[in-house]
């Protein structure tokens, strides 16, 4: 499980969304915070579209896997600079988790990802406090 979460990262930290996708089942589901689930690969793809677009030279690291009752927490931790289209040029680092329910075929059926979105919105705008 650590590997797959390994490359989990080195695929968000790229430039190929597609490739974020192929980690989730074919009918995987990827939730952010409170926001509507991405269902299906082309979705999750659209999800890591949008995440790549803004933070070109954005940079996930790998943290931690936690096994709960519910299922994997992988805990990573995000570091960019908002400087895609219209963006503000600031330093962004934030840390979360998501909470993975693995499917039959050993890829993600349900992710429900945890981070400070507050904080994340503020450090889009403002950067990384010192």
Request: net charge neutral; no cysteine.
């Given at each position: 499980m650590e590997v797959f979460a390994k490359s989990y990262t080195q695929v968000w930290s790229g430039v190929r969304p597609e490739f974020v996708a192929l980690f989730f089942e074919e009918n995987g589901a990827l939730q952010l915070n409170e926001s509507k689930p991405a269902e299906g690969r082309a979705q999750i793809a659209k999800v890591a579209q949008g995440f790549m677009r803004d933070l070109p030279d954005m940079v996930v690291n790998y943290d931690s896997l936690v096994t709960k009752p519910t299922g994997t927490e992988f805990h990573w931790t995000l570091t960019a600079t908002n400087?895609?289209?219209g963006g503000t040029g600031k330093k962004v680092k934030?840390?979360?988790?998501e909470l993975w329910k693995m499917g039959e075929n050993g890829r993600i059926l349900y992710s429900q990802g945890h981070f400070p979105t507050d904080e994340y919105n503020r450090q889009l705008e403002f950067g990384i406090e010192n």
């Open positions: 400087s895609g289209h934030i840390s979360g988790f």
